[in-house]
């Protein structure tokens, strides 16, 4: 259960528009860097959002991957029905 809400929470933190343009509207204000490109994309992907997430709360290695790889299948999964549409 807890890597579901884990998948549920990336994709959550992805696709929430409000929060995104909180997050472009912070990184207008920092000078664009090899590092500033790299967190501010990265926060914008379903494998590294899951990763991370799911490292910082659990702390397992295993259950980070875990969810990344889920939530990176599940992002290819929405692709492929919403193209068919």
């Not at 490109?37 to 875990?66: D, R």
Request: hydrophobic share 55%; glycine share 2%.
């Amino acid at each position: 259960m807890e890597i579901v809400l884990l998948v549920a929470f990336a994709w959550w933190f992805v696709k929430f528009e409000p929060l995104h343009f909180l997050i472009d509207y912070t990184f207008e204000w920092f000078r664009p860097t090899f590092l500033n490109n790299w967190v501010h994309h990265s926060l914008s992907c379903y494998k590294c959002v899951g990763f991370w997430s799911a490292l910082i709360i659990t702390g397992n290695f295993f259950t980070a991957c875990l969810v990344s790889l889920i939530s990176y299948t599940f992002d290819l999964c929405l692709q492929k029905l919403t193209s068919n549409i």
